[in-house]
């Protein structure tokens, strides 16, 4: 669902309607073998709101981009904090606001 909602594989129709992905980062290992594949479909979305600014500007104002929200545990031994902070910064690359929430188990 993260890679359709945010790799702009989801209908126009339907990205109007999310606003938010919450990422349950016990599946972050996950984004290990996802990673590079979301990274060039973020890349190819990126280039293509882009594109369509260009074309016409008014589209920049109605282009939103979903929240993310990243949620863990903390001492989860199957989730390194570091790999959560990479996550997080390659979010941000791609211009989604992020918020990391912790929680204790």
């Known amino acids: 669902a993260v890679y359709a ?3 702009g594989l989801a209908s126009e129709e ?3 309607k999310v606003c938010g992905v919450i990422v349950c ?3 972050i290992p996950v984004l290990h073998f996802l ?3 979301l990274q060039i479909a973020c890349l190819a979305a990126r280039a293509e709101r882009l594109r369509q600014s260009v074309e016409d500007p008014s589209r920049t104002a109605q282009v939103s981009l979903p929240a993310l929200h990243l949620v ?3 001492g989860d031994s199957e989730v390194n904090d570091n ?3 990479t ?3 390659m979010f941000r690359r791609f211009e989604y606001p992020v918020k990391l929430h912790r ?3």
């Open 103 to 105: 929680f204790e188990p």
């Open 35 to 37: 990673a590079p594949k």
């Open 25 to 27: 980062c016990t599946g």
């Open 5 to 7: 909602a945010l790799g």
């Open 83 to 85: 790999f959560i902070q």
């Open 72 to 74: 863990y545990g903390r």
């Open 14 to 16: 339907l990205m109007t």
């Open 87 to 89: 996550v997080r910064d």
